[in-house]
């Protein structure tokens, strides 16, 4: 039986609120509560009304102001009575009806089941959520008094409401900051939805660590006797078992057995200003061998859920091994409390919901985005894919990840720089080439690890996002963007073959200087819905639409003889033959030559060049210096020459020698940009014994002078000692 009354409510809160206005409408509030719940009964057979007091208990720990109180008090009266909102706006303030019907549609969501028609209830409340972030912390205490409670109920709905608290409400107070109740709400659901494994670090904590957790103690004590040596005076030093919930997911996640786990012992250090805890830090480090990589500076760089401290992981010289948390008073109450901590009510001071509001976005960056992507994204996404994207990018565990500037940037786990280009710009995606991740290169699949420092490198002439890049991005954000930029493309590509296929049939109609309009198209095409020239390449290259009626309709439509047309075409076609050849190379006294380009040497338009006779596959043209003449017959050797009036681009390939430097690539990749020369390849080798780095790139220019502009430009980059062609 539980025994709990308004005068429990009442203690807690009088520890911040003393306004008597304040109380009195809270005490209206558990009446008014008290009455409509009148006669129901929760299914541990306790008065209902003990559930909304045991919510409003849990907000007032968190220090919520009056209003948020009230909600609390009253948050079943509309879905379990016959309240209506209405009223309670009357009594208690729109204010409070507005998170009361917050938190009764959240309630009515049910988030494990994602079928379209609850996709869209889903979306709505979502929306709601963003505008007032406090029902959120309402049904936060709801779910954590229904989980302390959930004994009662029926196997069927244990299980639900454990893996919807897991999956959703778990993370959603993870992303708040609010530690002790996320760490409560895991560790309750995980004893019923993996029963066994529960049982097991349980035992494993209190078995193996009986022993570490007396040695725990000891360690205090010496730590204490230690900074008092050494004069400093810490408020607080306490150690803690981590939550077993979260020594589960690294058992899972990384296939750990119990005993790899080096913080499941961690002792928190807590001083009086931040100066103190890095002093602390140091002296720590000094009495004990701290484990490499495991320092984490989170007062310099905050999570985004604003938790701020210092982690270490050091040896005892007794070989235990335990993390230490060194912080101040103030983060360590963030670190409690989250956001509560931040909004915590101040009596006489004026609050705004919107000031409020503004005040957490500022400070929380997922909150902040969580609004601006209901504005960007409600309206060109389906409602499951925008709750497909909050559970999968928003709520599921983070990486956090810094910017070379130092900004922290959080992103679902296992997503790759991919992710991160798309989510800082689209732009930045699309043309991103590749990563440094730490200073190194990594392929683009790399899966970002917590504190990696990630720069994207990018060039504004690549390609784009190709299909592959689907599998890589693991965020729906990316994988929007790259798909509609493949879309994008796919018409691209379409109407390049449309429109190459016409003029292959015109050709072998012998027929030159055809002359096609949207107006033709429209005129001819209309009824089939095709009105302008790009839309007719388009049904060109698709195939529902075939060149030759295509072009027998031109022809009729000129109304022309097709015999005139066809002689103008012919002597056309005599007079432009010497520029056909597509290479560019002339060779004199042959009229149309099969003619390929050297792939070794890659010769550009102003090189002196040769060509080789092939057997069977016509002349290929070298480089005069090519390292692969040498092992050619001679006598199959001509000499050849270059057009004067070429409009085309050459590849070039260069290999460039380097100092190991991080601005590198991006100084390279910027000196081209710069220049507008296209990147068709690119291959970076980082030496690191030798600090070197060799970058092979191909480039396409126009000709011999164009290539030596770059070269001279590239040339400027300090870091680079040499560049030559390949080949020769
Ligand atoms: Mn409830």
New binding site residues.
Partial sequence: MDNISFKDLLNKVTTYIHNETDLKRIYEAYEFADEKHQGQMRKSGDPYIT??LH?AIILAELHVGPDTIIAGLL??VVEDTNVILDEISKKFGSDVAGMVDGVTKL?MMKFTSLEEKQAENQQKMLLAMGKDIRVIVVKLA?RLH?IRTIDAQNPEKRARICKETLEIYAPLAHRLGMFKIKAELEDRSLRYTDPDMFKKIEEDISKTNSARLENIDHIIDEIKAYLKEEKVAPIEIKGRVKNIYSIYKKMINQHKEFEDIYDVLAIRIIVDTIDNCYRVLGLIHAKYTPVPKRFKDYIAVPKPNMYQSLHTTVISSGGLTFEVQIRTKEMDNVAELGIAAHWAYKENVTYSKEKEQFEIASKLKWYAELLKFNEEDKDDSDPKTFVDSIRKDILTTSVYVYTPTGDVIDLPKGATPLDLAYKIHTELGNTMIGALVNKRIVPLDYELQNGDIVSIRTNKNSQGPSASWLKIAKTTHARHKIKSFLNKQNKDILLESGKRQLEEEFQNQRIYNYDLKDDFVSKTFGKNNINSLNELYIELGKGTLSEKTVVNKYLGEVKKDKETIIQQSIAKFNRNQKHISETGVIVEGLSNPQIKLAVCCNPVPGDPIVGYITKGSGIVVHHADCKNLANLAKERLINLIWDNNITRKYPVALKINASNNMQLLGDVMTTLSSLNINVSSLNVKNNINTLETIIKIKIIVLNLADLNNVIANLKKISAIHEITREGL
């Fill in positions: 559930h909304p919510v948050h079943d309630t709801d229904n």
